[in-house]
């Protein structure tokens, strides 16, 4: 079965459009395609409001975004390696101070606790 896309204005299946329960037929009245780029468009135009809202949606759910981001890295170890990997080396390098005294403090406690 084919619906009209009224953004794109191309007829597609209509498993390529998301479910709206407040329309007639149940679809939504755009593509999944261009509501995509439509709240990508939103996100890069309001992204202040975004912020915020994302940081009240942590505050308010911290717990159940903890878990699901626990239970996916404890499904995907390789990409959380990766991406721990991958944050690990941007923090390094925005925070080279804080690296260099923690070494310091290492090497110094280090050298205490070696005989002589
Ligand atoms: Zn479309």
Request: aromatic share 6%; with cysteine; net charge positive.
């Amino acid at each position: 079965m084919l619906k009209f896309c009224s953004e794109c204005h191309e007829e597609k299946s209509v498993s390529e459009f998301c479910k709206d329960r407040s329309r007639k037929d149940q679809l939504s009245y755009c593509c999944k395609t261009c509501k995509s780029d439509r709240n990508t468009a939103y996100r890069a135009a309001n992204q202040e409001t975004e912020k915020t809202r994302q940081a009240l949606y942590y505050e308010a759910n911290q717990n159940k975004v903890r878990g699901r981001c626990a239970n996916y890295r404890a499904a995907n170890p390789e990409i959380a390696r990766i991406r721990q990997k991958i944050c690990d080396k941007a923090y390094r390098k925005a925070n080279p101070g804080k690296i260099n005294a923690k070494t310091a403090l290492r090497r110094a406690r280090k050298l205490q606790a070696t005989p002589k």
